[in-house]
């Protein structure tokens, strides 16, 4: 094998530059001192240029022979490539893996090697002039247009938390190897039964009569090569089962296949994956199965990990999923405005227990259904669905994310619904029908959200139908309340946007930019009237911040309380509800956004309030009638006996005990008390039994309608091995204490109540050996009646 990866160089005006591949000419053009850091200030808007050009990169290698393949994946977008000047591919699909005999192209010794990446805004623009009819496309999103005609990540072009750099590079593999051979791919399935897993495994190859051995789990096989199918049925006793985090252990065993020299392995789990969606008396269920076991689904959107794939690796992507698995998730949506990820990202999730709900990439816009755009999409499922159809994660194929809406949402779609509706049929059953081709046993969703097969309903609204995404407290501007006035199945989608820390602002705005209304800081707000829904929100609930940095600090506080009133209502239904995926996970570049990790992977309050609120025996305060209903809920899968205490507590810190009760709670949640408080009062929970224990803090108004006093936090800190441990003190009752560090790192726990006479430790892990770190403390009073007023 010949590594074509490495160091390339890309031509720009008469310039030879520096281009490392795998990786995006536009982080190439700004580590060769081209152009400015993207992300910093309002560079963004000075780089379109880039995506409106054709670019050429090259490099020399030298071979012994040349009856050579090459192998290549992840090309972006519009790319040919030539070998001596013969061009031997040309690929217009970024989702594309691409085999190509370089036999009539090589040369013993000294060989040249072309990219040439073509002009995607003018490519795209042809595309949509010569289809049949206007193709509509999410412009607000999108302020690179057309984007809807290329298959690319929708969000290069733009999106409402990403800049639009529509960047081109290679981002998978790029190498020569020797034909011969090979098993083309392998189609892999379970069956399961009390004691006994049976894996069959399918190679495919064109080496009629040759003969495969396949070995899993110490179980060998072999079969020969008949009508290009070599098959074996690998039947493991006491099988060692994978879970989803939480639920289990992953064990993986590994699969070898071998035909002559030709040798595949796949690290397989062993698990029975079912998405069960039954009619009932209020209408379609939603839930995964795991080994016949009930799993509520407690995760996040995945979006792309950076805006210029070249600053993707695997070890940041492992941090960012390993912050998911700390935060209690056990379920990832990698979201279909994206990319279908590298494989080393579902080794991660199989690693970690991360169920991987999976779109196609289709999103937000209208697509072509034409015969040639088609065929391609066929294609395209058909590589990614075998490439990734054995991983233990994988839990659900999806088809698209909201083109369902997306026919409601423009002016040519609302009036001529039929053609619209008819066009993504036929994209929807291509999907389908070339997954169900590829891996006959699937499991499919048709879109996200979906109300159900051939159902073509509002699941924006409708709550009693399949997945739902629920933006009415975001998008329209209704109350964090208003989260409980549904009851969905499963939401697969509902957010609400914060500031990114301040450490992470710092990186892109000067401090004569710290200010909401800076065009800075509105330029790094992609969701038109974001910055203002943000502090329109803080007027309904919080006294305003004293400053931009505790404007900030309220902005985070109040995402985790919107997102912590959605979920703690949403798992107070299980069984009804067996879902929740937060909006979003992670971020592409520093934004304001819905995201609960900051652009790098640290932990906004929200990813805090997360580890909380989805912990795997938990209490949900509900708000009814005289009073809150105090629901316990349990997802370990095995009953547990929890004692369940309330108090009033006034704003001095004092605590009365108002009731206490001890429940059995199992796979339903339970009523475990209803109690009320007075007025000027806030209710204070905690619950313990079987290893569990946790406490939480409820208002039954607003914050800004309590006369809250000043906190006067006190704090100590104590080195231990390579971790700080702070000790913090409160003199009353102290509100989401914060702390931020003057350096990457993470905390044990932030965003906590304080009550006097209660110090609280925390720990800070720094990512790095460094100078000591300086702690800022922060807590709602001193944020918005300023220091001890
Ligand atoms: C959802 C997503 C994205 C979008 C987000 C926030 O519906 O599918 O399209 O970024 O809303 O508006």
Redesign the pocket.
């Known amino acids: 094998m010949l590594n074509l990866a490495g160091d390339w160089v890309l031509s720009h005006d008469g310039r030879d530059i520096p281009f490392a591949l795998p990786g995006d000419g536009i982080d190439a053009l700004h580590k060769a001192g081209v152009i400015p850091d993207p992300y910093f200030g309002r560079n963004e808007y000075g780089l379109r240029w880039i995506s409106n050009s054709t670019w050429v990169a090259r490099r020399s290698f030298t071979v012994p022979r040349t009856d050579l393949v090459l192998v290549a994946s992840m090309l972006d977008t519009l790319v040919s490539v030539a070998v001596n000047g013969v061009t031997v591919l040309t690929s217009d699909n970024m989702f594309l893996s691409h085999r190509v005999d370089l036999s009539g192209a090589l040369r013993v010794g000294e060989n040249e090697i072309t990219l040439t990446f073509g002009n995607v805004v003018e490519e795209a623009a042809r595309r949509q002039a010569a289809q049949r009819y206007f193709v509509p496309f999410s412009a607000n ?1 999108t302020p690179i247009h057309n984007g809807n005609m290329l298959r690319k990540p929708s969000c290069d072009f733009g ?3 990403n800049i639009a750099l529509a960047p081109f590079g290679v981002y998978g593999d790029l190498y020569l190897e020797e034909a011969g051979p090979r098993i083309d791919h392998l189609v892999i399935s379970q069956a399961h039964e009390p004691g006994k897993a049976t894996v069959t495994v399918e190679a495919r190859s064109e080496e009629e009569g040759a003969e495969v051995s396949f070995a899993l789990c110490g179980v060998h096989a072999r079969a020969v090569v008949r009508k290009g199918v070599a098959r074996a049925v690998l039947p493991v006793e006491n099988p060692a089962l994978w879970w989803p985090a939480g639920q289990g252990a992953q064990p993986l065993h590994e699969l070898v296949v071998k035909l002559g020299a030709h040798r595949l392995t796949r690290r397989i789990g062993l698990r029975q994956m079912e998405l069960v969606t039954e009619k009932d008396a209020v209408g379609l269920g939603f839930k995964f199965r795991v080994n016949g076991r009930d799993v509520f689904a407690k995760g996040a959107n995945w979006i792309p990990q950076d805006a210029l794939s070249g600053r993707i690796n695997a070890e940041d992507t492992r941090g960012l999923l390993q912050s998911a698995v700390d935060a209690n998730m056990n379920m990832i949506r990698v ?1 279909g ?1 994206g990319r279908y990820e590298p494989t080393w990202f579902y080794d991660l999730c199989d690693e970690l227990g991360l169920m991987v709900w999976q779109d196609f990439m289709f ?2 816009h209208i697509y072509p259904a034409d015969d040639a755009f088609l065929s391609g999409v066929a294609e395209e499922v058909r590589q990614n669905a075998l490439r990734l159809h054995h991983h233990a994660c994988l839990a659900v194929w999806c088809g698209d ?2 083109l369902i809406g997306a026919l409601t949402w423009f002016p040519e779609t609302r009036a001529n619904r039929d053609q619209y509706l008819v066009g993504y049929d036929r994209l929807n059953r291509t999907i389908e029908q070339a997954l169900k081709a590829a891996v006959p046993g699937a499991v499919w969703w048709p879109s996200s959200p979906s109300p159900g097969p051939m159902d073509f309903g509002d699941a924006w609204h409708d709550d009693s139908k399949g997945d739902m ?1 629920f ?1 009415s407290v ?2 329209e501007g209704r109350d964090f309340d208003h989260y409980r006035d549904v009851s969905p199945r499963f939401c697969s ?1 509902f ?1 609400f946007q914060s500031y990114p820390s301040m450490a992470t602002i710092r990186k892109f705005a000067d401090p004569k930019d710290w200010n909401i209304a800076a065009p800075v800081m509105e330029s790094h707000q992609k ?1 038109a009237g974001g910055n203002a829904r943000i502090a329109e929100t803080m007027f309904r609930y919080f006294r305003f911040p004293v400053d931009f940095e505790n404007f900030v600090y309220v902005s985070q506080v109040q995402q985790g309380l919107a997102i912590k009133t959605a979920v703690t209502h949403w798992r107070s239904l299980r069984p009804h509800c067996m879902g929740t995926l937060i ?2 996970l992670n971020d592409t570049w520093p934004v304001c956004s ?1 995201a609960s990790l900051d652009h790098g992977g640290n932990w906004k309050l929200l990813h805090h309030m997360a580890k909380d609120f989805f912990a795997p025996v938990s209490v949900s305060a509900v708000p009814v009638v005289g009073g809150v209903e105090l629901r316990a809920v349990n997802d370990t899968g095995a009953p547990v006996t929890l004692t369940v205490v309330a108090h009033a507590v006034r704003m001095d810190g004092q605590r009365r005990e108002l009731a206490r009760a001890t429940i059995e709670v199992a796979g339903q949640a339970v009523p475990a008390l209803h109690v009320a408080v007075e007025d000027g009062e806030m209710l204070a929970f905690t619950w313990e039994g079987a290893g569990e224990a946790g406490e939480d803090l409820f208002a039954p108004k607003p914050f800004k309608a309590y006369d809250l006093l000043p906190a006067k936090l006190a704090h100590s800190i104590k080195k231990a091995g390579q971790a700080f441990e702070i000790t913090v003190e409160a003199q009353s009752l102290a509100l989401f204490v914060s702390l931020e560090a003057d350096q990457p790192g993470r905390f044990s726990d932030n965003a906590f109540t304080l009550f006097p006479g209660q110090p609280a430790r925390i720990t800070f892990t720094p990512d790095h050996l460094g100078p000591e770190p300086r702690f800022t403390l922060r807590d709602l009073h001193s944020a918005t009646y300023g220091k001890d007023i």
């Open positions: 999103n999106w409402d938390w979201w405005g999103s937000c994310n909201e995404h933006w975001w998008h989608e957010g969701n909006w979003q819905w």
